[in-house]
């Protein structure tokens, strides 16, 4: 099905809201613990020993004093504010394997933060996903360990943009991808991530719907569905960097090659793949086929974070970083947690419009 029309991104912001105040209004309510130390010493590699033998895999030995002291900081620090870390998939080795208590895609942390029974959840991803966080928590308190872990998505549209989209297109639905700000879920009828994405806009019983604002994602599922799908133009920085091109070098070097590929990516890319999927799909794929080698498509620490899971997989790595999830380091989760910063503040009425469309994702089961 082809995409009948696309609209260019607007003069957009950066995704991200303006910098919050310092110090945090929770720190002044729960106060600032001492700083634990930080030194490496034989009592931190005993305590540790387990934690370091989850990523011996894809981490030297050499650079665990540095990681060790604090992963135990930060977990003896989780229990004494009754504090939880949702860690993407896309978090380096030592934060996903070693400090969060639930790992996954979008959604599955969306489900997670929804269900959460703490006082504080820490988010090891970017803006949007604590945002995200926030939106099902309103009572906690969320904290992002870098305010400035934006995404191209999610500042390429605006909630201006979804109004003039609405009224260009009256009674349409409109879909979001999770990968937008609070502002633009407010304006929207539904949320979806890239593994339900297929399921959302045919839950609708639309014959249109407009989705936004991955132009990618729209395509991969416009070109599944009979629904007429009305796109935006963002996409990902990550994704849409990888090449057909590349791909099929590395399948003419090795034709028993396995490649997987992100809905992020450009049509030719996913043209390539053996299997397209979120990156949830992704990793059950490889836990399920156990392929001798293959290429994820995608950003590059989630290989490293199935390789420590299944060292016997080689995995080729033609992969993207992404800076934004790069920004979230365990020195920073540290200093999040004793300080409590920086603290996700969204406005009470856009929180609460921006819950029904994430509520309505949540809830669908299909
Ligand atoms: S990988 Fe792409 S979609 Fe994900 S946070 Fe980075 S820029 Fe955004």
């Known amino acids: 099905m082809p995409i009948p029309q696309a609209f260019g991104p607007s003069a957009a912001s950066d995704g991200v809201p303006p910098p919050i105040s310092r110090p945090s209004a929770a720190a002044h309510r729960l106060g600032v613990p001492a700083m634990p130390g930080l030194e490496w010493n034989s009592e931190v590699a005993r305590e540790t020993a387990h934690l370091y033998e989850r990523i011996r895999a894809v981490v030297p030995a050499i650079e665990w004093p540095f990681f060790a002291p604090y992963v135990r900081a930060i977990n003896a620090l989780k229990k004494e ?6 860690a993407h998939n896309y978090q380096t080795p030592e934060i996903y394997n070693c400090v969060a208590d639930f790992v996954g895609d979008s959604l599955q942390l969306a489900r997670e933060a929804a269900k959460v029974d703490a006082d504080i959840i820490v988010q090891c991803g970017v803006h949007f996903m604590a945002e995200t966080s926030k939106i099902l ?19 390429a549209i605006s909630g201006a943009d979804v109004r ?8 349409v639905p409109v879909v979001a991808y999770v990968n937008t700000t609070a502002d633009v879920k407010a304006e929207v009828d539904i949320c979806c991530t890239s593994s339900n994405a297929l399921d959302v ?3 609708l019983g639309a014959d249109t719907v407009i989705f936004l604002p991955d132009q990618y994602l729209a395509k991969y599922v416009a070109g599944q569905t009979k629904v007429k799908i009305i796109s935006w133009q963002g996409a990902c920085e990550v994704h849409e960097r990888f090449t057909a091109e590349e ?3 590395y399948r003419e070097d090795d034709p028993s090659l396995q490649i997987i590929a992100h809905p992020e990516c450009p049509p030719d890319v996913i043209a390539e793949a053996d299997y397209t999927g979120s990156t949830a799909g992704m990793i059950d794929w490889v ?12 950003e590059c620490s989630m290989a490293d974070n199935v390789q420590a899971e299944l060292p016997d997989v080689e995995f080729v790595r ?7 999830m790069k920004r979230i380091t365990l020195p920073k989760i540290l200093d ?9 503040v969204i406005d009470p009425a856009i929180a609460a419009k921006a819950r029904r469309s994430v509520d309505r994702m949540v809830s669908l089961r299909r």
């Open 81 to 86: 504010r009754n504090a939880v870390i949702l």
């Open 137 to 155: 928590n309103p009572d906690k308190t969320v904290l992002i360990p870098d305010s400035k872990a934006g995404c191209s998505l999610a500042a």
């Open 164 to 171: 003039l989209l609405r009224a260009q297109y009256p009674g």
């Open 201 to 203: 806009v045919e839950s």
């Open 247 to 249: 791909l099929r070098h």
């Open 287 to 298: 836990r399920t086929r156990r392929p001798r080698r293959v290429v994820m498509v995608t």
């Open 318 to 324: 033609p992969c993207n970083l992404c800076p934004h």
């Open 336 to 344: 999040s947690l004793l300080h409590l910063r920086e603290e996700v």
